[in-house]
């Protein structure tokens, strides 16, 4: 899965998506939780033969909600496991922000 197919499936939640962070104008505000950043964090490619052999890239959805969101949380976690992308979850609450952070890692390979 390249990393814009990603994109459009957490679109496809309905929830607003965005690589990194909005950009917010004065006509273009920055969207009311819920709402998905997603980003590379960092790969873990394969070598062989001194080579890059296979691409892995570590990826971070964030979902971000102003409560304990069990239902978002569970739409975002089943169309992860749709896409037979595994994860592990972490969440955090900002306090500077009063939002829940839920943090899913998955890998995608050979993108």
């Not at 964090?41 to 873990?44: F, H, L």
């Given at each position: 899965m390249e990393q814009s197919e990603l994109f459009v499936e957490l679109k496809s939640l309905g929830i607003?998506?965005?690589y990194s962070h909005f950009t917010v104008t004065e006509?273009?505000?920055a969207p009311a939780p819920p709402f998905?950043?997603?980003q590379f964090?960092?790969?873990?490619d394969m070598i062989a033969d001194n080579q890059n052999y296979v691409d892995v890239g570590n990826y971070q959805v964030e979902l971000y909600t102003t409560k304990k969101d069990l239902a978002t949380e569970k739409k975002v976690q089943d169309k992860l496991k749709e896409l037979g992308l595994p994860y592990s979850k972490l969440e955090s609450w900002l306090d500077d922000e009063k939002m829940y952070q839920i943090l899913y890692e998955i890998q995608l390979i050979g993108a």
């Open positions: 607003p998506v965005t006509k273009n505000p998905i950043t997603f964090a960092y790969s873990s």
